[in-house]
C-alpha cells in the first residue's frame, strides 16, 4: 500500500474542502523529494501528481479532476480483453484533447476496434498489435498536461488475419488516382497479395473464372515493407481498370480476402467543378452563363406562353368531344357491371357504397363507344374470355390512380362446378380510352408470361359486353411490404432474429388476431427465403424475355402458405426482339427503385431489374423499410453516381448482403444474372445450420454431397457463389413453408 506523509495529507484535505464549498484556492502541484510514497515492488519513489483546484467560473488551464498518481502507468492485459483508458480532466474554455500511440499522432476513429467516449479511450478485443504507449494530451489556450499508459498484451491468437478495413465500392474517373487500403490484425507473421479481375463481376460467381484473377503485387521483404504492401495505389486510371480488386491475407491459421470494387467512367461524364478555374476564367464564365441563363429562361416563358394559348384553343374545341368518350366508358363499365344483378352467385353482403358504384342507371346512346370498342377488339381473345354470368365482384381491396381491384367469385374457372376465390382488376367509371388500353396490354403481358409458382396467375378476362376486367388469382395476405410491416418485431428483439428456426419454432407463442390469423416472428431464413422466391419468379420472367420495370415488395403479392407472387404488370415489356427498352413518354415512376441507366437515359432492361431486386431485397431484409427515406426523388441520380449505397440492414448476414451490393454496380454489365442470384442463395440456406430442409416444400437445394459453405468460401472470391449449383434456366426452384410455419394475415 502507500503511504502519505502528513504534510501531504492535509494538501489534500484542504483540497478537498475548496472543492465542496466551490472558492477559490492555492495551486498545489510539488514534487516531494522526502514525503514520497514508495511503491512496494520499487526501489525508487513515485512522485505525487497532487490535485489542482482552480476557480473555473471564468478560465482556467487545464487540470486532473481525479488523483493521478503516475504520470506513467503501466497496464497488463491478456489478448481479446476490453481496454479502457481514461484521463479526467476539465477545463475552460473548452480544451482539445489528442490522443497518441508511440509518440504519433493516432486517430482511433478509424480503426473499428477503437472508440472515443470523452475522456475515455476503449479498445474491445485487443490483440497483440494494440501493444505500446498510449498518451493523452489536454489542451487549450491557457495550458497543457498529458498522461501515458504503457500498454502490454499478452497471449497469442490462434485465428486467421481480421481485417481492419472494410470493403469498398469506388467510381472514378480516367485520369484520376485511386488508393486501396488492406489494413488487418495477425498475431503470426503474414503474407499479403493483391489481384485483380478485370472481368464483369458475374464470373466471380463461377469457381472455373478463379484462374483468371491477374495477380498485382505480394509482400517481398527484399523489396517493400509490410506498410507499403497493404496499400495498392493505381494511377492515371484507364477505362480497363474497372473491377474487382482482391487483398489476400495469409498466415499458419489460414487466409481471409477483401473486396474492393471500382468503376472508371470517361472523362467527358465529368462534373464541371468551378473551383478547379482561374478566378479570371471563372468570373468570364460566370457572366456567359448568366447570359444563357437569361435567354433560356426568357425562351422557355414565350414557349410556355404559345403552349397554354394552344391549349385554350384545343381544349374548348374538343370539350364536346371529351364528354362523349368519358361517357362511352361509364355506360361499358354499368353495362358489365349491371349483369351481376340477376348473377345466382351474387353476393348480398356488398358494401352499399359499392353497390351504389356498381349499379348506376343504363344509358342507350354512346357517340363514343366505337373507338374503345376498337382498341377492346384488338386484343380480344376467345379462349381467355371468361362468361360475365359466372362472376360476382365483391368488395374493394384496392385501388390506384387509374384502376380497381375487387374480390370476387367465379364459378368454373379452374374447374366445371368449382367456386373459386379470385381478384378482379378494372378501371374506374372515368377512364380514358388509354386507361383501358393500358389495362389490355396488362392482360396481354399476363398471358405471354404464363404459369410460374411465384408469380400471379393469370386466370381469364371479360372484354365483350361491359366494362373490362382482368381475372387472376387472389393472394391472400395482400402486398410483402405491408406484411413484413406488420410482422415487423420491436427494436430490442432485433437480436432474436439470428436464432435458427429450430430454436425458436417448438416455443413461440402465437396470438390470434383474426379467425385465421395468426402472428409469428419472422427469422431471418424466412427472409432470406421471400428473396429467393421473387428470384426465382424474376428468373422466369425473363427466360420468357420479359421485363417488370416496377419490382418493389409493394407489387410482390403473399399467397397461401406464404408464396411470394410477383404482380402488378401494368409496366412490364416484351423484350422478344431486343435486349433493352427504351421509355418514350413522361409519366411517374419508381425513382428509389430505379437502376442509373434507367434514372439517366430512359434505358430498362434486364440488369435494371437486378437492380430494382436489390432495392427489394433491401426492404425484405428490413421488414419493409423505405429505401433511402432522406434522400430527395430529384437528388437520387447524383447520390448514386457518387458511389453511396444503403448500409447493410441489422439482421442481414454478410454474405447475403454481399449479393445485394453486387447487384448495386453503376455499370449494368457487372451486375449478376438472377440465375447466379437464385444458385447464391440457396448455397447460404444449404449453408444455415441448423434448418430442417425436410419442412420446406418445393424446395431444390443442391444434393447433400455439396461441398461445406467453409471449403466453397475457400475457393472463390465472394463467399456468394453458384458453383456446383447453377440451375438449368428450364428448371425452377419453388419455396414455401410448411402450414406449421404460415402465418395469415387477411
Known amino acids: 500500500m502507500f503511504i502519505l506523509q502528513k504534510f501531504s495529507f492535509f494538501i489534500l484535505l484542504i483540497h478537498i474542502i475548496n472543492v465542496f464549498s466551490n472558492k477559490k484556492s492555492i495551486v498545489f502541484q510539488e514534487s516531494l523529494d522526502d514525503d514520497a510514497y514508495y511503491d512496494g515492488d520499487q526501489q525508487e519513489p513515485v512522485h505525487v501528481n497532487l490535485l489542482q483546484t482552480i476557480d473555473c467560473s471564468n478560465q482556467c488551464p487545464p487540470y486532473w479532476t481525479e488523483p493521478i498518481l503516475q504520470q506513467k502507468q503501466t497496464l497488463v492485459y491478456p489478448t481479446s480483453a476490453f481496454v479502457s483508458l481514461k484521463c479526467p480532466y476539465n477545463a475552460k474554455p473548452k480544451a482539445k484533447i489528442t490522443w497518441f500511440k508511440d509518440e504519433q499522432i493516432f486517430s482511433p476513429e478509424l480503426f473499428e476496434l477503437f472508440s472515443i467516449d470523452d475522456m475515455y479511450l476503449n479498445i474491445s478485443k485487443i490483440t497483440m498489435y494494440e501493444t505500446g504507449m498510449y498518451t493523452c494530451t489536454i489542451e487549450n489556450s491557457l495550458g497543457k498536461i498529458s498522461r501515458s499508459f504503457q500498454l502490454v498484451v499478452q497471449g497469442r491468437s490462434l485465428d486467421r488475419p481480421v481485417f481492419i478495413s472494410k470493403p469498398t465500392n469506388l467510381t472514378r474517373y480516367e485520369g484520376d488516382n485511386v488508393t486501396f487500403e488492406c489494413l488487418f490484425y495477425s498475431d503470426s507473421s503474414p503474407f499479403i497479395q493483391w489481384f485483380v479481375q478485370r472481368k464483369s463481376i458475374k464470373n466471380i460467381y463461377r469457381n472455373e473464372q478463379y484462374n483468371e484473377l491477374e495477380f498485382l503485387k505480394e509482400y517481398n521483404p527484399h523489396t517493400m515493407s509490410e506498410d507499403e504492401v497493404k496499400l495498392l495505389t493505381i494511377k492515371r486510371l484507364q477505362r480497363n481498370d474497372t473491377g474487382v480488386y482482391l487483398c489476400r491475407v495469409l498466415n499458419e491459421y489460414g487466409f481471409n480476402d477483401l473486396i474492393h470494387h471500382l468503376t472508371v467512367l470517361p472523362d467527358y461524364e465529368r462534373p464541371l467543378l468551378l473551383q478547379n478555374i482561374s478566378p479570371n476564367k471563372r468570373h468570364y464564365i460566370s457572366n456567359r452563363l448568366s447570359d444563357e441563363l437569361m435567354i433560356l429562361i426568357g425562351c422557355i416563358i414565350g414557349i410556355l406562353l404559345f403552349a397554354f394559348i394552344f391549349f385554350l384553343i384545343y381544349h374548348f374545341r374538343n370539350e364536346k368531344s371529351l364528354q362523349q368518350t368519358l361517357l362511352a366508358t361509364r355506360i361499358l363499365a354499368t353495362r358489365g357491371i349491371s349483369n351481376l344483378k340477376n348473377n345466382q352467385l351474387y353476393r348480398s353482403d356488398i358494401d352499399p357504397k359499392t353497390k351504389k358504384h356498381l349499379m348506376e342507371d343504363n344509358c342507350h346512346h354512346c357517340p363514343a363507344e366505337g373507338t374503345i370498342s376498337t382498341i377492346i377488339s384488338s386484343y380480344y381473345d376467345d379462349q381467355c374470355e371468361f362468361s360475365r354470368e359466372n362472376l360476382a365482384v365483391g368488395h374493394l381491396i384496392g385501388k390506384g390512380a387509374f384502376g380497381l381491384v375487387y374480390q370476387g367469385v367465379a364459378k368454373g374457372i379452374n374447374s366445371k362446378e368449382k367456386v373459386t376465390t379470385v381478384a378482379i382488376k378494372t378501371v374506374r367509371d372515368d ?42 388469382e387472389y393472394a391472400k395476405y395482400g402486398n410483402l411490404r405491408d406484411y413484413l410491416r406488420r410482422k415487423r418485431p420491436p427494436a430490442h428483439a432485433l437480436s432474436g432474429l439470428y436464432e435458427s428456426p429450430s430454436d425458436t419454432d417448438n416455443n413461440e407463442q402465437e396470438t390470434i388476431i383474426n379467425d385465421d390469423d395468426y402472428v409469428r416472428s419472422l427469422t431471418t431464413i424466412d427472409l432470406i427465403l421471400f428473396c429467393l422466391q421473387v428470384a426465382s419468379g424474376m428468373e422466369y420472367l425473363h427466360s420468357k424475355k420479359c421485363i417488370h420495370r416496377d419490382l418493389a415488395a409493394r407489387n410482390v403479392l403473399l399467397a397461401e402458405n406464404r408464396i411470394c407472387k410477383i404482380a402488378d404488370f401494368g409496366f412490364a415489356r416484351d423484350l422478344t426482339q431486343t435486349y433493352y427498352y427504351r421509355k418514350q413518354t413522361d409519366g411517374r415512376v419508381p425513382v428509389k427503385w430505379m437502376s442509373p441507366e434507367a434514372l439517366f437515359d430512359r434505358k430498362f432492361s434486364i440488369k435494371s431489374d437486378v437492380w430494382s431486386y436489390s432495392v427489394l431485397a433491401w426492404e425484405i431484409m428490413t421488414y419493409g423499410g423505405t429505401p433511402y427515406p432522406s434522400i430527395a426523388a430529384e437528388n437520387m441520380f447524383d447520390y448514386l453516381r457518387d458511389g453511396n449505397r444503403m448500409s447493410q440492414p441489422i439482421n442481414c448476414p454478410n454474405e447475403i448482403f454481399q449479393m445485394i451490393e453486387s447487384c448495386w454496380t453503376f455499370k449494368e454489365s457487372l451486375r449478376p444474372t438472377f440465375t447466379q442470384i437464385c444458385g447464391s442463395l440457396r448455397h447460404y440456406l444449404y449453408g444455415s445450420s441448423p434448418i430442417d430442409y425436410s419442412d420446406l416444400d418445393y424446395v431444390d437445394f443442391p444434393p447433400i454431397s455439396s461441398p461445406s459453405m467453409s471449403d466453397f468460401a475457400s475457393t472463390t472470391i465472394l463467399p456468394l457463389s453458384t458453383s456446383g449449383i447453377a440451375s438449368d434456366s428450364n428448371s425452377h426452384s419453388h419455396i414455401t413453408t410448411t402450414a406449421t410455419s404460415s402465418s395469415s394475415l387477411s
Open 431 to 472: 377512364a380514358t380510352p388509354e386507361e383501358v388500353e393500358n389495362l389490355l396490354k396488362e392482360l396481354s403481358v399476363m398471358k405471354m408470361v404464363g404459369k410460374h409458382i411465384n408469380i400471379i396467375s393469370f386466370l381469364g378476362c371479360c372484354t365483350k359486353g361491359g366494362q373490362v376486367m382482368l381475372i387472376v
